[in-house]
């Protein structure tokens, strides 16, 4: 069974913000589809967007990011600055037409990556997260966070092996078992500092019962009922 909290609503929106988190290898990826179809089928119009991306800017920045090296400030910076346009562009006019937003991967990602696995300051972070994650709106201002999010959770051992068997490594997922470790051990803070938010899912799991684990999760919250309508793709 998932580890789901029930939270509570997200004030002055009308749409649905769910993201998609876990460290390399996790196996979050081939669920992207079942998710969103699943999502459909209950009557959400689904954007299927991820970061680093979901604009032409943010996927420059996402190549940069997966292929550059560079400082380790300087990947917590470029990450938010991906996120901001990501929001003004994709996610929050989507949010405002009603639909549904998967992202796969948001903040928490940076908290982890370069949080406990880079060493960033975890208040800068925080920091940031709050000015860039504040968007306009027609009354006032509000801040743009997940209203549900799907942590797969795999052990980092499990989680290397299943890189050694995939594709060509980017400099993240070329890193080493330590690094992992720490990734891990960041979106576990997260996951502690909001419950309410996290579904923790057990990953290390065949994937038909991942799957199943996932659908519980978007039932429990309640989001897996009403009349079918088509997905739109970010």
């Known amino acids: 069974m998932p580890t789901c909290h029930t939270a509570a609503p997200t004030p002055a929106r009308k749409g649905l913000f769910l993201s998609i988190e876990g460290i390399d290898g996790a196996g979050k990826s081939s669920h992207l589809a079942t998710i969103a179809q699943a999502l459909e089928a209950a009557g959400h119009t689904v ?19 997966l292929h550059e090296g560079m400082d380790a400030r300087c990947e917590a910076l470029l990450a938010f600055a991906a996120r901001r346009q990501h929001l003004l562009e994709t996610i929050v006019p989507a949010l405002e037409q009603g639909h549904t937003v998967v992202s796969d991967r948001f903040t928490d990602a940076t908290f982890a990556y370069q949080g406990a696995g880079r060493g960033v300051d975890w208040v800068a972070l925080e920091w940031l997260e709050q000015w860039v994650q504040t968007t306009p709106a027609a009354d006032s201002p509000h801040f743009q966070s997940p209203d549900c999010t799907l942590w797969f959770d795999l052990p980092p051992a499990i989680a290397a092996e299943r890189l050694q068997k995939a594709r060509t490594p980017d400099r993240f997922e070329a890193q080493t078992l330590a690094f992992f470790t720490n990734v891990a051990a960041g979106y576990a803070r997260r996951a502690q500092q909001a419950p309410e938010r996290f579904c923790r899912i057990d990953a290390h799991q065949p994937i038909a019962q991942v799957a199943t684990q996932v659908r519980q999760c978007l039932a429990q919250r309640g989001y897996l009922s009403g009349p079918t309508t088509p997905p739109v793709y970010a």
Do not use: S
Not at 47 to 65: F, H, Q, S, W, Y
């Open 47 to 65: 954007v299927l967007t991820r970061e680093p991306g979901g604009t032409p800017l943010a996927e420059k920045i996402r190549a940069l990011l």
